[in-house]
């Protein structure tokens, strides 16, 4: 046999064993990470891909928050610069309160506490602030001509929502990370 179809064939044997564990493995992952149990018990020991065996649906809360935090701080860093209500200040924000009910309702599917804890207050609270923020831009971006400077009170409110969101963030954060360590 040339050395070339050698290394075909070697090639071809380790497909079949990517695709063997692709096939067993796959299924293994997906269920340690959903529930921190392997679907094979003890047959198939799999070290977690997920050491603290956090939830997938809190993994996919967690990756959709970060989308939140990054359309609230464009729509709320253009309104503080600018003090006016633009199309992309109205739509990041409406985008951010959009991600960020998904990111709480996939975090509250995958909790292990309870809808109510310290983390989940905070984070309820200011996504409360944020879509009432949202409501208050869009009656101002309604009501009033393009380039009108926001009024000193919703100026001051944003900021303040803002910052309690991004407070919560952080705390919501290192509660949940010191909770799983
Ligand atoms: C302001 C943004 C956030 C909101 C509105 C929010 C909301 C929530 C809510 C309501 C729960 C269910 C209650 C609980 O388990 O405590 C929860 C759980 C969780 N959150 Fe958040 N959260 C936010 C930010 C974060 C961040 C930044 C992280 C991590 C980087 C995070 C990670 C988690 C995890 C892992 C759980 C499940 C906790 C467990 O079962 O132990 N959250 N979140």
Request: charged share 10%; aromatic share 12%; net charge positive.
């Amino acid at each position: 046999m040339y050395y070339s179809e050698l290394i075909k064939n070697a090639e071809n044997r380790k497909d079949k064993v990517y695709e063997l564990i692709f096939i067993i493995y796959l299924p293994t992952m997906i269920q340690y990470a959903l529930n921190g149990k392997n679907l094979q018990g003890d047959i198939l020991p799999l070290p977690s891909i997920n050491p603290n065996h956090m939830n997938l649906f809190s993994i996919v809360g967690i990756i959709i928050v970060q989308v939140a935090l990054v359309c609230y701080s464009i729509a709320i860093i253009s309104e503080q610069r600018k003090r006016i209500v633009s199309r992309k200040v109205l739509s990041f924000l409406i985008m951010g309160v959009v991600f960020d009910i998904t990111a709480t309702t996939f975090m509250i599917l995958g909790t292990s506490q309870g809808a109510f804890t310290l983390h989940g207050i905070l984070g309820y609270s200011s996504l409360a602030g944020m879509v009432a923020d949202a409501i208050i831009i869009y009656q101002f971006h309604r009501k009033n001509s393009p380039g009108t400077l926001v009024s000193r009170p919703v100026h001051i409110y944003s900021l303040i929502a803002y910052l309690w969101w991004i407070a919560a963030y952080i705390t919501g954060g290192l509660l949940v990370a010191l909770r799983h360590s």
